[in-house]
């Protein structure tokens, strides 16, 4: 069973950064594309950037030229480099296999830009 750990959330100021890691548990994180997931308070849960297998990437354009994603596969481990961060990007960040499955949701990690 596949288990997912987001970390590296938190409070942040307009034009800061942070990263996000998401630790998979399982052996099928190396052979599959992965998905960072964002959903603020009143909203549908939003795709923000994913990566192949390969490491070919996409990017929701409300993030392009602001966010990185990049995967370890050695380590089972995704991240998501967030720059120039805003306070619309407020919200929870999860990762998740694309497209997801439901049964992998994490707890999430808590990302707040405010001054």
């Known amino acids: 069973q596949v288990q997912i750990v987001e970390s590296g959330g938190g409070l942040v100021q307009p034009g800061g950064s942070l990263r996000l890691s998401c630790a998979a548990s399982?052996?099928?994180?190396?052979?599959?594309?992965m998905g960072w997931y964002r959903q603020a308070p009143g909203n549908q849960r939003d795709l923000v950037a994913s990566i192949s297998r390969l490491g070919y990437t996409n990017y929701a354009d409300f993030v392009k030229g602001r966010f990185t994603i990049s995967r370890d596969n050695a380590k089972n481990t995704l991240y998501l480099q967030m720059n120039s961060l805003e306070p619309e990007d407020t919200a929870v960040y999860y990762c998740?296999?694309?497209?997801?499955?439901?049964?992998?949701w994490g707890q999430g990690a808590q990302v707040t830009v405010s001054s």
């Open positions: 998740n296999q694309n497209p997801p499955d439901g049964a992998y």
């Open positions: 399982g052996s099928i994180f190396r052979f599959v594309t």
